[in-house]
């Protein structure tokens, strides 16, 4: 079979990550191309021994005949790059989020829609073996009815202020992570959100017109519940969790640590912290995410965690910024837009 042509855009944190997972352990992927607007590009081209680079994301498109691109630019460029690789009838993995407006995002949906290509986005949290796990075994039906899920997700400390500036604010650029873990792990559709949101971490934040902590509830189609908490800083580093609890049992997934060791002394129990950021904690769920797109590829399968799943997504966010706004439970319908939902492309 001929391999997988691959264009990369954007060479930064998680840009370096997909292209070293590309170039490492997908024989059936080629790294045809890389592009970013930085002057590392070359010297970064040279290390993963891609022949090929540019500062234009159109020139590379026109230049190679790709089978794929995988976006992983800064995310005022997604909608704009996603729409030029589906009118060129390329396959896509872009990193989340697509935009920060909801008509924008409906307009590249309808755009790859159109093209009927695919689309993937990078909520590599599904595919995180521990979280894989909880999903695969609350569909199993082992803790009977879902009632609560609660997901914790607290970063080691936050980003600079210029990146909160343009980041969408703490719900569509952290909490959205976790609005698709809970819809991923329920499997069914938010139909009301509750939010609160303070600023507890750093008042520079607070300035910039965004909030550092936030205490979520999400009310699902069958009333049963899911609740998230979020902070920009835990003292002891990244901070994951998720939990079920159901009808016939409650299922938990807990932290990864640097290592696993507990030290017992007659002065009490220590241990090592958790995997310090999302590159260490979840570095093999970006290697899975990967395969799935590859997978889906070639198979000519469903995509997990499409647009749609992106869009529904922010949906919640929006409504989360709106509850905290207006101090109330808002309905995702107030939210505006209601995608056709096609079972077949999205949970
Ligand atoms: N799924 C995840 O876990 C995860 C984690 C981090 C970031 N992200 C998302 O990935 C995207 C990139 O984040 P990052 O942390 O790697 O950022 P980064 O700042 O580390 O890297 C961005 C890269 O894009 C390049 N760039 C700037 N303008 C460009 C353009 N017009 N075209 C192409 N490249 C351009 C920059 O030079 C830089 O190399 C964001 O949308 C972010 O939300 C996702």
């Known amino acids: 079979m001929d391999k997988l042509k691959i264009g990369l855009a954007g060479l930064g944190r998680i840009g370096k990550i997909h292209l070293e997972n590309l170039s490492r352990y997908f024989p059936e992927a080629e790294m045809m191309a890389v592009m970013d607007v930085s002057e590392e590009t070359a010297a970064i081209a ?26 992983c630019s800064p995310t005022d460029t997604h909608a704009d790059y ?21 008509e924008r995002v409906k307009a590249v949906l309808k755009t ?8 993937m986005l990078g909520f590599n949290r599904r595919f995180d073996p521990e979280f894989k796990k909880i999903h695969d075994l609350v569909q199993q039906e082992a803790v009977g009815d879902p009632q ?13 202020v210029s990146y909160i500036k343009v980041s969408g604010g703490l719900f569509l650029d952290m909490s959205i992570h976790d609005f698709d873990m809970a819809r991923y792990i329920s499997g069914k559709k938010v139909v009301e959100v509750f939010a609160a949101g303070a600023v507890k971490v750093d008042e520079a934040i607070g300035a910039a017109g965004d909030i550092d902590t936030a205490l979520i509830t999400l009310i699902f189609e069958d009333q049963s519940m899911a609740v998230i908490d979020n902070s920009r ?5 990244y901070d994951q969790r998720l939990e079920v609890f159901g009808s016939k049992g409650m299922v938990q997934a807990e932290n990864k640590f640097q290592s696993n060791h507990k030290l017992l002394t007659a002065n009490g129990l220590t241990g090592d912290l958790p995997l310090y950021f999302f590159l260490e904690r979840y570095e093999e769920s970006y290697r899975l995410e990967m395969k799935a797109f590859l997978d889906a590829l070639a198979s000519g399968e469903t995509i997990p965690g ?42």
């Open 306 to 347: 499409g647009g749609l799943d992106g869009l529904l997504a922010m949906e919640i966010g929006l409504a989360a910024r709106k509850s905290m706004e207006e101090n109330r439970a808002v309905k995702i319908s107030e939210i505006g837009i209601q995608p056709k939902m096609k079972d077949h492309e999205c949970i």
């Open 112 to 119: 790859v829609d159109e093209h009927q290509v695919k689309l």
């Open 82 to 102: 996603v729409e030029m690789a589906a009118t060129t009838g390329l396959d896509i993995f872009c990193e989340k989020p697509l935009d920060l407006s909801l």
């Open 233 to 237: 800083k835990a003292a002891y580093g």
């Open 148 to 160: 609560i899920i609660k997901i914790t997700s607290r970063d080691p400390g936050p980003p600079p």
């Open 46 to 71: 040279a290390k993963y021994q891609v022949q090929h680079f540019y500062d234009n994301f159109g020139e590379m498109l026109t230049k190679h005949r790709l089978d794929a691109v995988v976006i």
